[in-house]
Nanobody, 126 residues
Framework: QLQLVESGGGLVQPGGSLRLSCAASGFTLATYDIGWFRQAPGKEREGVSY????????LYGGFMKGRATISRDNAKNTVYLQMNSLQPEDTAVYYC???????????????????WGKGTLVTVSS
């Protein structure tokens, strides 16, 4: 059974950093494109970042450009999202997702993916 489990969320002060992890089980991560998404209370879901199965294609949502780095370790079946210079408006539940249909990264960030984790809460507050 395909499963994605996020970790690494928590409380961080403005200007701080967090590294989120997405551990996959039940499938071979190397054959899936991966995305990170977020949803704040009362707001629509946003596409944060995308990485292709090979790692050769990477995209970031405009609000996260220059502040985040996505990476993957297929040997560990894990994808990471390093976020820096976090601000209160970054407070949200962050989800990782996986998809093997082969659509473009921009499509996935806009429309979402097929398989989702349960999310990890990131709170940015002083």
């Amino acid at each position: 059974q395909l499963q994605l489990v996020e970790s690494g969320g928590g409380l961080v002060q403005p200007g701080g950093s967090l590294r989120l992890s997405c551990a996959a089980s039940g499938f071979t991560l190397a054959t899936y494109d991966i995305g990170w998404f977020r949803q704040a209370p009362g707001k629509e879901r946003e596409g944060v970042s995308y990485i292709s199965s090979s790692g050769s294609s990477i995209l970031y949502g405009g609000f996260m450009k220059g502040r985040a780095t996505i990476s993957r370790d297929n040997a560990k079946n894990t994808v990471y999202l390093q976020m820096n210079s976090l601000q209160p408006e970054d407070t949200a539940v962050y989800y990782c997702a996986a998809d093997s249909r082969g659509y473009s990264g921009s499509y996935y960030l806009r429309a979402g993916m097929e398989n989702w984790g349960k999310g990890t809460l990131v709170t940015v507050s002083s």
